[in-house]
């Protein structure tokens, strides 16, 4: 298959429970459910033309229905535990539309936990995956905390070792500079899905976002973050 006639199936993962913060996808952010940002930047690409919601949660569905994204499932609860694999979210998905006959080349996969994200992130990705025969394209941001050069983990409970033994004894200055990983968006080929059991293949690539909107809503804090962040930058 020619790259350019990629078919990308967008996907947004919303459990109904969450230990964090109770029912935090469809809390109200900016007036908006949690889950609203992610569902309008998906429906606003210009190239996802299939958008669904993967839950667990007959609530969710609903609310995610009225939002005009399609719910064609309710998953089964043994994906929805504390310990559920998202990789196995989508590819039940996948496996879903494919007793249908209907394929994907692509799963674009949207948290609805991150409400920074935009249309414009989810085409620039389409775009390089158009353009070039990438397995896995994220997006980071530079780490601004402290490097992991300068960190040890434990052995055996007693003896401690560098994190990065071959970075441990150079000068602040001479330390790569180096990325986390955003968790606005992640663009996975079918294929490295279906084989390799994990959303990232080989060759990955990365589009770098600012640090600021790299807000990935897990405690009560991060709401307060994302609302003035959306708010100043609406």
Known sequence: ???????????????????????????????????????????????????????????????????????????????????????????????????????????MLVQPTNPTIKSSDIDNAVNLAKNNDYDTIISVHKYSGIHPAVMYKKRDNEIFEPLLPNSSELPRQKFEEIYARSGLFYLIKTEVLKENKSIYGEKIHAIEIDEKRAIPIDTDQDFCKAEKYLRENS
């Not at 029912?23 to 606003?44: F, H, S, V």
């Not at 009225?66 to 039940?92: C, N, T």
């Open 1 to 107: 298959m020619n790259n350019k006639d990629i078919k990308v199936l967008g996907l947004i993962p919303a459990r109904g429970n969450s230990k964090g913060i109770p029912r935090k996808n469809i809390k109200e952010l900016n007036g908006k459910p949690l889950i609203a940002w992610a569902t309008q930047a998906l429906l606003d690409s210009k190239y996802i033309k299939k958008c669904i919601c993967s839950t667990d949660d007959q609530e969710i569905a609903e609310i995610v229905k009225k939002l005009g994204i399609e719910v064609p499932f309710i998953r089964p609860k043994h994906l929805a535990e504390d310990d559920s694999m998202v990789v196995d979210v989508i590819i039940h998905a996948l496996d879903f539309f494919s007793e249908k006959n209907i394929d994907f080349s692509h799963v």
